[in-house]
């Protein structure tokens, strides 16, 4: 079934420590995205890719990089966590640009905690 | 800058009730589209309804629909007959052609058996 997968789900990791965040979707989209999402905060865009080789950073400052090797594959990246990269990560993907039914497929979220 | 507002962190509604969610946004494009997502608990953040900046007519999908005001750039969420799994966190988004997506602050609907 085609869809859009993170993992892990929750992720509860020591301050200095490198982290890794996967997300993959089986549906070919070329654009995919990474949002940040905090309690009663909207969601704000980290960093997006048009296809492979694509990345760009969004609207909200982050320390995280990404990488897109492959269509199917975002994953979200940070050297050393702190207590501030606390939050949820969504992982989205989208029909190219342009297309006339484009809308955003999400993924369940990464519960991200750095003591 | 694209902002999108929505005034109401929470709602309740009862079940088998109508509520409305309140969204408007700012933007000097005539040429957009508009979105409502649900995020329940714990799962995943699904689209509701989607509406063309350009159609005048108000999009509907089943028990859900809009009122889209363009002059007003008002966009609210009608939900009806409300049941208990329509109890979730509602975002409204905003999206010019081609380019990235502007969500609001959400709305956590309950709904009351």
């Known amino acids: 079934e085609a869809d859009i997968y993170q993992t892990p789900r929750y992720l509860v990791i020591g301050t200095g420590k490198k982290i890794t965040l996967e997300c993959s979707q089986t549906?070919?989209?070329?654009?995919m995205y990474w949002y940040q999402q905090d309690p009663g905060m909207e969601l704000h865009l980290i960093h997006y890719s048009y296809g492979v080789n694509s990345t760009e950073k969004g609207d909200l400052s982050s320390e995280s990089t990404v990488s897109r090797i492959r269509t199917e594959h975002f994953p979200l990246t940070l050297e050393s966590a702190r207590p501030s990269h606390t939050s949820q990560y969504l992982c989205?993907?989208?029909?190219?640009?342009?297309?006339?039914?484009?809308?955003?497929?999400f993924g369940s979220g990464t519960q991200l905690s750095v003591l | 800058a694209q902002t999108v507002t929505q005034s109401q962190p929470e709602m309740s509604v009862q079940e088998a009730e109508t509520v409305t969610l309140s969204c408007t946004y700012d933007t000097s494009e005539s040429d957009y589209y508009l979105f409502w997502y649900k995020q329940p608990p714990s799962r995943q953040m699904i689209l509701v309804i989607r509406?063309?900046?350009?159609?005048?007519q108000n999009a509907t999908e089943n028990r859900f629909s809009v009122n889209f005001q363009k002059a007003a750039k008002s966009f609210s969420l009608k939900i009806s007959d409300s049941q208990l799994g329509d109890a979730a966190m509602y975002f409204c988004a905003y999206r010019r052609t081609g380019n990235q997506f502007y969500f609001g602050t959400g709305t956590s609907l309950t709904v009351i058996p």
């Open positions: 509406q063309e900046a350009y159609k005048q």
């Open positions: 989205a993907s989208s029909e190219p640009a342009g297309a006339t039914n484009e809308k955003l497929f």
């Open positions: 549906m070919g989209h070329d654009k």
